[in-house]
């Protein structure tokens, strides 16, 4: 693909007008006005044609769908950071590069982590709900109470770019870091952040009065905090996922909060989403967000760059800067 014929780049979702328009000027782009979700026949169709495929993180881009692709695709530029949507070892076998969008999001999810977890502990959401309901009435000594953050334990379960810029805000709001991470971070970060580690997850869950989700979703990953994992969490601790909902056992999780064994949750993610279980929306003691965490203009402009600058270097014959690769996940 080093010729200077434009290549055919398939586009699953509406981008942002600057990002759409400089696709255009470089390459055959074919985009989708509607921004409705393509189904899975719409989706082969598209990667039948496409020499570039650009989904989105909503998109599922499975073994049956890459295997029964055209020969002409080379690279899947996914627009999002997470690649759990994605087969990358089908995608390995037919020859096709995966890219995402990494970095670029860690401040704006690290500024809406923080801001869920004071939601969460103070009461925002349902407050917000008491006023608007009409049933408010008026300021009271006991009246929606909730809890102080400074001087709380953190627990960051991934300490990557989102959980260290998490770490950076908790410690301007007073809260001790404690994180848990596949490997431990370099000694200058950790004692920057004042970061204690824990190699055991178990030990850190059950003494933390916050715990945060800042791990990506692979096999690994899913149910990560497993019902047996929830169960040690104090009656007092909140929860923040800001990640992937699979991470979390979410009907175990709802039970708990429930019966108050767990004194809340901020969730911006779900394990089947859009879908939301019910029996979350009916409980006051959760804040509830539509995969917002990253939803900012300069954030999806900064991924669509990110894209463009992926297909234009594959295109012309060079290694791809954010190539995603099974062994680094």
Known sequence: MTDKKKPLVVVTRKLPDVIETRMMELFDTRLN????????????????????????VTDRIDRALIEAAGPQLRLIASFGTGVDHIDLKAARERGIVVTNTPGVLTEDTADMTMALLLATARRVAEGERLVRSGQWTGWGPTTMLGHRISGKRLGILGMGRIGSALAKRARAFGMSIHYHNRRRVHPELEQELEATYWSSLDQMLARMDIVSINCPHTPATYHLLSERRLKLLRPHCYIVNTSRGEVIDEVALTRMLSKGEIAGAGLDVFEHEPAVNPKLLRLDNVVLLPHMGSATIEG??????????NIKTFTDGH???????EALL
Request: glycine share 2%; hydrophobic share 45%.
């Open 319 to 325: 290694a791809p800067p954010d190539r995603v690769l």
């Open 300 to 309: 999806r402009i900064d991924m669509g760059e990110k894209v463009v600058i």
């Open 33 to 56: 006005p509607d921004d409705v979700p393509l189904t899975s026949a719409q989706m082969q169709d598209a990667m039948n044609i496409a020499e570039v495929l650009v989904p989105t």
